[in-house]
């Protein structure tokens, strides 16, 4: 996977409680992301990074916030968890040669968290 | 709006068969095109890269095509093997990124 690890890989967690994944990377790379797949529907951008506290918002950007005080790691925080939020996660990195969103993105393997 | 739709959604072969995924497009303009596999409980991991201006691109047993009239592109699996039991998914690059929702291979012994 590409020198990237998520942790944790699997959460149970209940309604209302704050929730952060981490993504870490030995890649060096530029750019980070965090997506969310679910079924029925492609992966989806939630936020992304293109430096140490640089970040945006992707098309699901709504109840999570990150941050990036390292270039190695990119946290995502549910401030207050809903049944909603429950998905299978994916922090992606690249090294952003040519346009932020344009060059090939890596995956970590994923978090399963599941809102009860 | 930019929509990306595969087919078959799932499949089933037989371990040595060839199969072709689909891929249409509303997408436009893109300025590359790839296709990721994506093992169970894992990432996806990119299996080959098209720039909008190429037909077709190969790795291995895995080509896949682009035809820009039709707004298709397919991956064709060659002598599939156990291993590419998988979910397949084509992802568009105009600017941000936009993900099919895979088609589900499974191939049985």
């Known amino acids: 996977d590409a020198g990237i690890t998520q942790s944790p890989r699997h959460k149970v967690t209940e309604t209302g409680t704050p929730v952060t994944l981490r993504c870490h990377q030995t890649e060096n790379h530029r750019y980070m992301y965090w997506y969310r797949q679910d079924p029925g529907h492609g992966l989806r951008l939630i936020h992304y990074s293109y430096g140490v506290k640089d970040t945006d918002k992707g098309e699901v950007s709504d109840g999570y916030s990150v941050s990036r005080s390292k270039t190695e790691d990119f946290l995502l925080t549910l401030e207050s968890a809903t049944s909603s939020q429950t998905s299978v996660y994916f922090c992606a990195i690249s090294d952003g040669s040519r346009t932020s969103l344009d060059n090939e993105q890596f995956f970590g393997p994923g978090t399963r968290l599941t809102v009860l | 709006k930019n929509q990306v739709e595969q087919s078959p959604q799932s499949l089933i072969i037989l371990e040595g068969k060839n199969c072709t995924l689909q891929?249409?497009?509303?997408?436009?303009?893109?300025?590359?095109l790839r296709w990721y596999k994506q093992d169970t409980g894992r990432g996806p991991v990119s299996l080959t890269i098209m720039t909008f201006s190429e037909n077709t691109k190969s790795n291995g047993r895995y080509t896949a095509t682009l035809d820009a009239d039709t707004k298709q592109s397919s991956l064709h699996i060659t002598a599939s093997q156990l291993s590419d039991s998988a979910s397949y998914i084509c992802?568009?690059?105009?600017?941000?990124?936009?993900f099919g929702k895979g088609t589900k291979l499974s191939v049985k012994p």
């Open positions: 992802v568009f690059t105009p600017g941000n990124l936009i």
């Open positions: 891929c249409n497009y509303t997408v436009s303009p893109f300025s590359n």
